[in-house]
């Protein structure tokens, strides 16, 4: 797929983040678009802006886990557009929580988002990209490619995203099938993924933000140019972001070792964060002390 112009491409979790900007950067190009979302104001905002570029848009309210409902989806698609040339199962949600305080409805929500949710898009568009020699693209993650604490179901969510992504382009190949698929392997986008992040109840979390907004070099608008350019290219592997192209090539090179190392660093970050939380209160008491005092 060299143009977009004049494709019908489907984008799922649209109304923000990667998502809001593959389908403005899509509408620039000149696709036709079917963008869904659970949310309904974000999807509105994102529709409008699309349509600013002379796009042509239309919504639709997506639970990306319900089965059935995805299905439908699909059908109303095709309806809409007479098919698909471009699905992009995008829609994703995050949980910080280590395994022993995170709850398993928790866990499951992830999984059910971010892994069932590209399994049912799949499935349900797969007929339509069939005929019309079409482009499958699922949204893993640089957490898909190595393992961090307090990640275990965003982590195997994304891995389970990848492994099923490399087997359904492979079952494209041995069947000769004329559907092209990519794998995204987005690293620290700035996008709302962690800040609307379900947490456990531990200390740290919004540590764990913080540094993540701070770390995140990577707009959400250069992931959708660098995403497309993927695409265009026909690419199975699509890596965004300087830091995902070094967990990428440190964890192929060093194995088994590259978990210690993460652990090492986290674990190095942890102590830090614990001092600053003890500095923090410590400075609060002082302050309720001094105050306290005056006459």
């Given amino acids: ?86 699905v992009i199962n995008n829609a994703g949600v995050n949980l910080l929580a280590s395994v022993i305080e995170a709850r398993y409805e928790d866990m499951r929500w992830v999984l059910d988002v971010d892994f069932w949710g590209v399994v049912h898009g799949t499935r349900a568009f797969l007929p339509l990209l069939v005929t019309s020699r079409g482009h499958l693209v699922n949204i893993s993650s640089m957490y898909g490619l190595t393992t961090a604490p307090a990640q275990s179901a965003y982590n195997a969510a994304k891995f389970a995203v990848r492994g099923f992504t490399e087997a359904v382009w492979q079952e494209m190949r041995v069947g000769a099938v004329p559907v092209t698929v990519s794998c995204v392997y987005p690293g620290n986008v700035r996008t709302d993924i962690f800040s609307s992040a379900r947490t456990g109840r531990g200390l740290g979390y919004e540590g764990v933000r913080e540094r993540f907004a701070q770390e995140a070099a990577t707009s959400a608008e250069r992931a959708a140019r660098l995403i497309l350019h993927g695409i265009r290219r026909n690419r199975m592997k699509i890596i965004i972001g300087a830091d995902a192209r070094r967990v990428d090539l440190f964890s192929r090179l060093l194995g088994t070792l590259y978990p210690r190392i993460t652990a090492h660093r986290a674990r190095t970050r942890a102590s830090r964060l614990r001092l600053e939380i003890m500095r923090n209160r410590l400075a609060a008491q002082r302050l309720r002390t001094s105050d306290h005092r005056q006459p």
């Fill in 1 to 86: 797929m060299k143009d977009f112009r004049g494709k019908v491409a489907v984008v799922t979790g649209a109304g923000s983040g990667i998502g809001r900007a593959l389908a403005v950067e899509l509408a620039a190009q000149g696709a036709r678009l079917a963008l869904s979302d659970a949310a309904a104001d974000g999807l509105a905002k994102t529709a409008a802006s699309c349509a600013q570029r002379g796009a042509e848009v239309r919504t639709y309210r997506l639970d990306v886990t319900d089965q059935a409902a995805v299905q439908a989806h699909a059908q109303s698609v095709r309806a809409d557009f007479g098919g698909a040339d471009l």
